[in-house]
């Protein structure tokens, strides 16, 4: 059974950093490209960052682009996102799932894989002053 576990949120001031962390079980995690979501209040989720399979290439929205960094560890079946100069924008619960990053024109952008719906409790993001 798949099963993907986010930690790390918390509270931060504008501009200061947070370390998020997903760990994956029920399937081999360097078969799977895998992105970080987030979903603010009243909205829908959107895909914010996403790591290749096997490359590690890395996709990220332009909202987020120089600000943070996703990386894995696949020995951990564990995969992180640095998140540096937060904004009061950045807030929402963050997610974990295999995605499918695609391109529009010069922008990446991230999905979740099709058919997945095993989202996990997700961890929240609250930057506030």
């Known amino acids: 059974q798949v099963q993907l576990v986010e930690s790390g949120g918390g509270l931060v001031q504008p501009g200061g950093s947070l370390i998020l962390s997903c760990v994956v079980s029920?399937?081999?995690?360097?078969?799977?490209?895998i992105g970080w979501f987030r979903q603010a209040p009243g909205k829908d989720r959107e895909g914010v960052s996403a790591?290749?399979?096997?490359?590690?290439?890395?996709y990220y929205a332009d909202s987020v682009k120089g600000r943070f960094t996703i990386s894995r560890d696949n020995a951990k079946n564990t995969f992180y996102l640095q998140m540096n100069s937060l904004k009061a924008e950045d807030t929402g619960v963050y997610y974990c799932a295999p995605a499918r990053p695609y391109r529009i024109r010069s922008s990446w952008h991230v999905s979740a894989a099709d058919g997945f719906g095993s989202w996990g409790p997700g961890t929240q993001v609250t930057v506030s002053s």
């Open positions: 790591i290749g399979a096997r490359t590690g290439s890395t």
């Open positions: 029920g399937f081999t995690s360097d078969d799977y490209t």
